[in-house]
């Protein structure tokens, strides 16, 4: 069971990125062939829930990165705008002052 190629674990067991290449989920390939292969299946389910977990996640957090530039942007253009506004105000303020002294 251990090497055969007709194994239920043959090609199911990826191995983890930047770990060691005989841990699988905390268990060397070996320890896993030798468990219930309704266990084996549930682990892989878990790791590939947990996979597009992460996924969804990072996908989260870049739209919500997108989300807060464009809002740091209209905020900007705002504030822009507001000084303008201002500007426009104490002209008109001046102008009026200056219609009231006549």
């Known amino acids: 069971m251990h090497g055969e190629s007709g194994s239920p674990l043959s090609g199911a067991i990826k191995k983890k990125p930047g770990k060691s290449s005989s841990v699988n989920n905390g268990r060397t390939d070996q320890e896993l062939q030798l468990l219930d292969p309704k266990k084996v299946k549930r682990i892989l ?58």
């Open 45 to 102: 389910a878990n790791r590939q829930s947990a996979a597009k977990s992460k996924e969804r996640r990072q996908a989260h957090m870049s739209e919500l990165e997108h989300e807060l530039a464009a809002v740091q942007e209209e905020s900007e253009a705002l504030q822009t705008h507001r000084q303008e506004l201002l500007g426009d105000l104490k002209v008109l303020e001046a102008y009026s002052s200056s219609l009231a002294a006549e």
